[in-house]
């Protein structure tokens, strides 16, 4: 292992949002106006109560006090996951990991708030996911595979063949419409 590279990420240290997630709570609740004391002390409540916990076998997630909430996922019931930054996010230097899974719903089954290692979680995501599925990390390419070979990818096979057909009927319709 190189010295100089940076630790790899560990997920499992995490088990609360970053600070920085309450005072975003808190510009976000001024644009309620009126509805200020109520917004923040929701957005309050949800930020005190919120907990993560990254196991072997999936994500945890819970909040709340009145209303307990509590969400695990299984890395193999992951299907995807985005990582969504508005402006004041962008600034802020958060984001919002969405985890998607195949239970039918348009909504994300769990967003992830406060993390500051968003793309690092993001990518250990993806590693756990697929790797629930049984797939291989990508290796890399072999040596000898610098020169370009010939397409192997059945949709780019596809892909041309169907680019050929067309090429063939704007032949023959172009032909037609010359000879009226």
Known sequence: MDPTSPPAFDPRGLTRPAPILLRYYTLVSLAALAAFPVVWLVNFFRYETLKYSFGEDGVSMSWGILFRREIHLTYR???????TRNLLQRWMGLATVSIQ?????A???MQIDGILEFEQLR????????????LAEPAAPPAHASA????????LVLL????????VIADSSSGKGSSS
């Open 101 to 105: 899974t195949a239970s039918g719903s």
């Open 77 to 83: 019931r992951i299907q995807d996951i985005h990582v």
């Open 107 to 109: 909504t994300p089954e």
């Open 123 to 134: 990518d250990f995501l993806y590693t756990k996911m697929r790797g629930a599925r049984g």
């Open 148 to 155: 370009p070979a010939e397409p192997s990818d059945e949709a």
């Open 160 to 167: 041309r063949r169907i680019a050929a057909d067309l090429a």
